[in-house]
């Protein structure tokens, strides 16, 4: 199957009962989260979204200038809602705090969303979520990183655990080791080529079907590894 050129915004695709892979950056990749009260204030504006519109989150992670969700909606149309309001009530909550209203936007733009096959490449994506800060050196252990899900998996209360949803794959009983060995090229390679390159992340006929049914436009158009770089 050839993949079409992306003309303007990529169709975004927001059904219930799917998994997704969502993301954002800070505009120009500046600093958003250097405190922990930076990261404390965009934890309880997650649980506050959460509670108007329940989605279920599988992993997150929160990163100095971005973050990631790995999400399941319930009902069509609740990513957007979701994200609408906790990036919105972020950005405001944000320049309040650091006296910086009327500076300029916060996110370099909208979200990215990407659908996520509910296999290995759903466990892959948590792993590449979860990975992040180790793999940028901010800890040791992917699990001390504390502003993500995995940390509130191991470390959490009762309470804290409450905003993460089940899986709907089992978690491997070694996941905590598999989570700290480094992903290789080629799994890293295909995480990001979704993002670079607006195109679903599972199998190569899933993601036949998935732009078929969905009538997607992406910018992919070879199969394989992304060009160094990507």
Same mark, same amino acid.
């Given at each position: ?11 975004? +695709?927001?059904?219930?009962? $799917? +998994? ?5 950056? *800070? ?6 989260? =250097? ?10 504006? +997650? =649980?506050? *979204? #959460?509670?108007?519109?329940?989605? #279920? ?14 999400? /399941?909606?319930?009902? @069509?149309?609740? +990513? ?16 309040? &705090?650091? /006296? &910086?209203?009327? *500076? ?7 979200? #990215? %969303? ?8 759903? !466990?892959? !994506?948590?792993?590449?979520? $979860? ?16 502003? &993500? ?8 209360? @009762? ?34 080529? %979704? ?21 997607? =436009? ?8 992304? #060009?160094?770089? %990507?």
């Amino acid at each position: 199957m050839r993949y079409g050129s992306c003309m303007g915004r990529a169709l975004r +695709i927001d059904i219930s009962n $799917e +998994i997704y892979h969502v993301l954002n950056r *800070a505009n120009a990749r500046m600093t958003i989260f =250097e405190k922990d009260n930076d990261y404390q204030a965009f934890e309880t504006i +997650i =649980e506050e *979204a #959460k509670d108007h519109y329940p989605i #279920k989150i599988f992993s997150y992670q929160i990163m100095p200038n971005h973050w990631h969700f790995c999400l /399941c909606p319930q009902n @069509d149309g609740d +990513i957007t809602k979701f994200m609408q309001w906790l990036t919105l009530t972020h950005a405001q909550r944000w320049h309040v &705090s650091h /006296c &910086s209203i009327g *500076a300029g936007h916060l996110y370099q733009g909208r979200y #990215k %969303s990407f659908l996520v096959q509910k296999d290995n490449y759903l !466990l892959q !994506l948590c792993r590449y979520i $979860e990975s992040n800060a180790l793999r940028t050196k901010l800890v040791q252990k992917a699990e001390d990183w504390r502003w &993500s899900s995995l940390w509130r998996r191991e470390h959490g209360t @009762d309470k804290q655990k409450e905003l993460l949803s089940p899986w709907p794959i089992a978690i491997p009983v070694d996941y905590l080791e598999q989570v700290n060995i480094p992903l290789t090229k080629k799994e890293l390679e295909y995480v990001r080529i %979704s993002v670079v390159k607006n195109r679903p992340y599972g199998k190569d006929n899933w993601v036949d079907a998935i732009v078929k049914k969905f009538a997607l =436009e992406i910018t992919i158009r070879y199969r394989g590894r992304p #060009k160094k770089g %990507s």
